[in-house]
């Protein structure tokens, strides 16, 4: 990407370099990981779209939740990172430690946490009122951390306790309260725009021996966001993300092994607009005027 400082690390959709002792530059590229494949074809300003929510986030929640943020502006980072290319789709961060856990919050029962509840009536291990529907809104917002699993492998979904013997219990709580307090802001911002946050994945991190939020914030790819005229508990709701990606996969005979299936433009394109809209309802700004 024309970087010119030490390359640490590439993800399915980020590549993170070293900009000194304290500080990294995270560049979110236009890659598309689906049923943890990376597609062959990008999502064009896909990576500028979750690195906009993100800074957006960062500031609105900056009085509940300390985050590594430094810059968006590239004028502000290191010389070797001070390149058009990655402009509006990078960070210049502090460096954290991070944590060996998701830190997730369910607001709504979906996903993984629904196949749970259908098998055992439990979520992450916890006992759940019995009659819930697929989607239905839970009582309150729960914790329910995850793993961090190596690359090619899924999360495996924790018990509080489990949580408390990886990362000790000060941290645990903190941990807890913190994203609590994250998402249902965080969601109560949302649903006032007509998007419901079914759930996220905060990651969070130790800086200087304080708990700070890192990487993303409550962007499409880490967590479910629903339009709220669509939502109907028994039913899985439409997507602001890669969804139009996922149907097309879905119905093709695929594996979900590589290699993935080549995407028709119309799908990708399809997918460019979800994550634009979701960009522009969240923020009430132009995604044209993100620089």
Not at 57 to 82: K, R, Y
Not at 201 to 229: I, Q
């Amino acid at each position: 990407m024309g970087v010119e400082l030490p390359h640490l690390y590439r993800g399915k959709v980020r590549d993170i370099y070293d900009a000194g002792p304290d500080a990294l530059v995270i560049v979110a590229s236009d890659r598309l990981s689906a049923f943890d494949v990376v597609m062959a074809e990008p999502v064009q300003d896909k990576g500028r779209v979750l690195t906009a929510i993100s800074a957006f986030w960062f500031e609105h929640l900056s009085s509940i939740a300390p985050n590594h943020l430094i810059s968006t502006d590239i004028a502000d980072f290191p010389a070797g990172a001070q390149v058009d290319e990655i402009a509006g789709r990078s960070m210049y961060v502090r460096r954290a430690e991070m944590l060996p856990i998701e830190c997730i919050v369910r607001g709504h029962i979906t996903g993984s946490a629904w196949k749970e509840y259908q098998r055992s009536g439990t979520m992450h291990g916890a006992p759940m009122p019995t009659g819930l529907l697929e989607s239905d809104r839970l009582p309150e917002p729960v914790f329910t951390p995850s793993t961090k699993a190596a690359d090619g492998l899924h999360d495996e979904n924790i018990d509080f306790d489990r949580a408390v013997e990886m990362v000790g219990g000060d941290i645990a709580e903190q941990a807890r309260a913190m994203s609590l307090e994250l998402y249902s802001a965080g969601a109560a911002h949302a649903a006032e725009r007509g998007i419901i946050v079914a759930d996220t994945k905060f990651e969070l991190g130790l800086v200087d021996g304080e708990l700070v939020v890192a990487d993303e914030m409550l962007t499409p790819d880490s967590s479910r966001f629903w339009p709220a005229d669509a939502w109907e508990p028994g039913t899985t709701p439409p997507s602001f993300d890669k969804q139009p990606v996922r149907d097309f996969l879905d119905g093709l005979d695929w594996d979900k092994t590589p290699p993935p299936p080549a995407l028709p433009p119309e799908v990708i394109d399809a997918a460019r607009a979800r994550y634009v809209e979701g960009y522009e309802r969240l923020t009430g700004q132009s995604f044209a005027n993100w620089k």
